[in-house]
Structure formats: C-alpha cells, structure tokens
C-alpha cells in the first residue's frame, strides 16, 4: 500500500470554512508533486510474477470529479447514486516481471493524494 498524502497548507487554515471551493482544494497542498517508489524485494524466487497494481487518484476512481461534472447536485436520485457507485472503482494496471538474481524490482509513480495497492503474484 502507498499513498502519496499531501498536508494542506496554512493558507487552508486561514480562511473561513465556508467559503472553500472543494474543486480547488489541491491549490491548498503543501505542493503537488508527483512521489516515486522503488521497491526491492531480496530473497525472492526466480520465476515469473504478475504486479497487479489498483490505484485511486485523481483519474482512477474518483467519484467527487464525475458528481462535479454532473454539475454538484445536492440532491440525486437512485439512479444516479448508483452510477456514481459504479464509476467509482480503482483503476488497475498489470505488469509481468521476471525474477533473476533473487530481486523483484518494483518502480511507481504517485501523484498528489493518490493511493496504491500492490498485489504481486508468481505465475
């Protein structure tokens, strides 16, 4: 599991709660920068492995972006729950790795806020 968490920043803290606009809360980060991992698991079997990699993030099932492209509505029938529900699921990238010298290598890239789930499995 990873998560690129960003702290809001004192700017945030100074306004009245009020008045912040949600669609612009990433303005409030300590910064955006995207975080890169490496992962080196040692004593690792030679073989071949599947890295499934599930992410939510900014592009990958984010809800709040699809309601404010359906305009914010307060109120929101069944229906429209329910899409909501459906569109909002992580999206998955899968690789496959060879393992020689006893080390699978994994490399990631995060952007802000962005959370990631690693599932590694032998072939």
Request: with cysteine; proline share 2%.
């Amino acid at each position: 599991m990873c998560h690129n968490f960003k702290r809001l920043d004192l700017r945030y803290f100074l306004k009245s709660e009020d008045i912040h606009d949600i669609a612009k809360l990433s303005d409030y980060y300590e910064n955006n920068e995207d975080r890169q991992f490496s992962f080196h698991l040692k004593n690792t079997a030679k073989g071949n492995y599947i890295v499934k990699t599930h992410s939510v993030s900014e592009a990958d099932g984010n809800i709040y972006k699809e309601w404010s492209r359906m305009g914010l509505p307060r109120q929101l029938s069944n229906s429209e729950l329910e899409y909501l529900k459906n569109i909002s699921v992580p999206g998955i990238q899968i690789i496959q790795c060879e393992v020689e010298n006893n080390t699978l290598s994994i490399n990631t890239v995060l952007t802000p806020q962005e959370i990631q789930y690693i599932h590694i499995s032998l072939l």
